[in-house]
């Protein structure tokens, strides 16, 4: 199995930066990619990056230039740099593990942003 726990949400002013981090205990060698997803009050879950084990990135649209995933293998660490932060990505913010035995998902960090 693999363990997720995010940290770095917070409140933070429009136009501002924050630093996610998801890190990743148990099975890490089964893992083939980490994603960071979203879930806004009263609206689904969205997919917002994700990393694989070649390093390989992917953004949604309404991330692309904003936010950086990187990775730290030694620490079994993902980020999430968010900058120019807007109001609309106020979420909770979760990593998403797909390894080779099962998908996981962390508990989750909350991003407020404020106008």
């Known amino acids: 199995q693999v363990q997720l726990v995010e940290s770095g949400g917070g409140l933070v002013q429009a136009g501002g930066s924050l630093r996610l981090s998801c890190t990743a205990s148990?099975?890490?060698?089964?893992?083939?990619?980490i994603n960071w997803h979203r879930q806004a009050p009263g609206k689904e879950r969205e997919l917002v990056a994700y990393?694989?084990?070649?390093?390989?990135?992917n953004y949604a649209d309404f991330v692309k230039g904003r936010f950086i995933i990187s990775r730290d293998t030694a620490k079994n660490t993902v980020y999430l740099q968010m900058n120019s932060l807007k109001p609309e990505d106020t979420a909770v913010y979760y990593c998403y593990a797909l390894s080779g035995f099962g998908n996981y998902w962390g508990q989750g960090t909350r991003v407020t942003v404020s106008s």
């Open positions: 990393i694989n084990s070649g390093g390989i990135t």
């Open positions: 148990g099975s890490t060698f089964s893992i083939n990619a």
